[in-house]
């Protein structure tokens, strides 16, 4: 299981409780500048994390649109374990369609 991490400088904790649920490949990109996904995103995320509160509005516009093409979940939280969490219990049906089930 992948995920891609957008927006925010430091994860915290993130990482580490995203391993716990079974997600072993973290990506991050810190979300300053729109020219990070010039060339796209990797092919091999299952999903995408957007930390709205620390991300360029037209990197999040770009993200959005290539999750809608590729067909990628996407998740839009606050930097912070327990609102990613929270979230990411919100979106657990869309989430269980890619094999992340491990959601309490």
Known sequence: ?????????HLGSIPKEL?????NDVRHI????????????PETMDFI???YDFVNHNLS???KKIAESKGIPIVYAKRSWSSVHQKMKENQRQ????GLQALV
């Open 1 to 9: 299981m992948s995920v891609l991490i957008v927006g925010g400088d």
């Open 19 to 23: 391993d716990r649920m079974g997600v």
């Open 61 to 63: 516009h770009k993200i």
């Open 30 to 41: 810190t979300g300053r500048s729109g020219q990070k996904v010039h060339g796209g995103i």
């Open 95 to 98: 989430l269980k369609k890619i």
């Open 49 to 51: 994390i957007v930390l």
